[in-house]
């Protein structure tokens, strides 16, 4: 179920381009998180108690007030393959933070899983004449620091509060630290076509309240850095989206990456293997000594 969310994450980037208004990565955030989050907390009924004021405020700020501005900022700036190559270091911050803030050790199949990662996505999207704006470079590494801080704070912040009330909480809270900066930097909302309308109820319903439900489930169950891995399928799935809904050319070095992409993923998802401790020649004697003696 996790899974899902990442996927439908993939296709923000055909939404973004072709169905909401230009030069407006502020407003998409906002519009993307704060109704779904009102309507998760309207239905849930609940509020935060105790330090989940400001936690959810923490984690509202990380996950959706700065990272959507961030994501949507890469996405008008850069070819969806640069933001997506740059955002797919994601997993080893996670891996990174995890050791620190969790107490988790670092595995060599994590860091070659996460290299794997990189490099398939960059196969799976990157073009040799990709235009690297700086800007939208540091965007997109920008946006993949602040979401893994906050998917490794998910993991170590936990409540016994309902799921979707918990991510109604962040939703909201992002979408009020994101609602006064949009209005300083790009103004009143222009108006707005039917399209518009659409992609926007779509990233706020769909990939917002229905995936981060998901997404933070997954962050409860899983260990941070599996769930974290599962990322990877946004650009598998922004790709497919683009050969099947766009006509866009599937290259064989782009199958080759979505291989790499997805035997990584695997890898990731596997678990550790636990070796029971060998006995030596002298415990086994002694053992039997003791067997012998009863």
Do not use: C
Not at 150 to 155: A, D, T, Y
């Amino acid at each position: 179920m996790t899974a899902l969310a990442p996927a439908v994450w993939g296709t923000t980037y055909y939404v973004t381009t072709e169905y909401l208004p230009p030069d407006r990565p502020l407003l998409a955030g906002l519009l993307r998180a704060l109704p779904a989050g009102l309507l998760l907390v309207a239905v849930t009924r609940r509020l935060p108690r105790g330090d989940w004021w400001w936690r959810s405020l923490v984690l509202g700020t990380l996950n959706i007030g700065v990272f959507l501005p961030l994501l949507f900022l890469a996405a008008y700036r850069l070819p969806g393959g640069v933001a997506a190559t740059v955002g797919a270091v994601q997993p080893l911050l996670v891996a990174g933070f995890a050791v620190v803030l969790l107490g988790q050790r670092l595995t060599t199949r994590t860091a070659l899983a996460g290299v794997a990662g990189i490099v398939g996505v960059a196969l799976l999207v990157l073009r040799a004449d990709a235009r690297l704006d700086w800007v939208g470079v540091v965007a997109a590494l920008g946006g993949a620091v602040v979401m893994a801080a906050g998917v490794v704070l998910n993991k170590r912040w936990t409540t016994p509060a309902p799921l979707l009330a918990v991510t109604g909480w962040q939703l909201v809270a992002g979408g009020v630290v994101l609602l006064p900066v949009t209005l300083l930097v790009e103004g009143p909302p222009p108006a707005l076509t039917a399209a518009n309308v659409g992609g926007f109820a779509y990233l706020g319903v769909i990939g917002g309240a229905l995936s981060y439900a998901l997404w933070f489930r997954g962050i409860r169950l899983l260990p941070a850095t599996r769930v974290t891995f599962l990322g990877l399928l946004s650009p598998v799935v922004a790709t497919a989206v683009g050969w099947l809904v766009l006509s866009q050319e599937l290259t064989a070095s782009q199958v080759l990456g979505a291989v790499v992409v997805l035997v990584a993923l695997v890898v990731a998802q596997r678990e550790p293997v636990r070796r029971e401790p060998v006995e030596t020649k002298e415990e086994v004697r002694a053992d039997h000594g003791v067997r012998s003696a009863r």
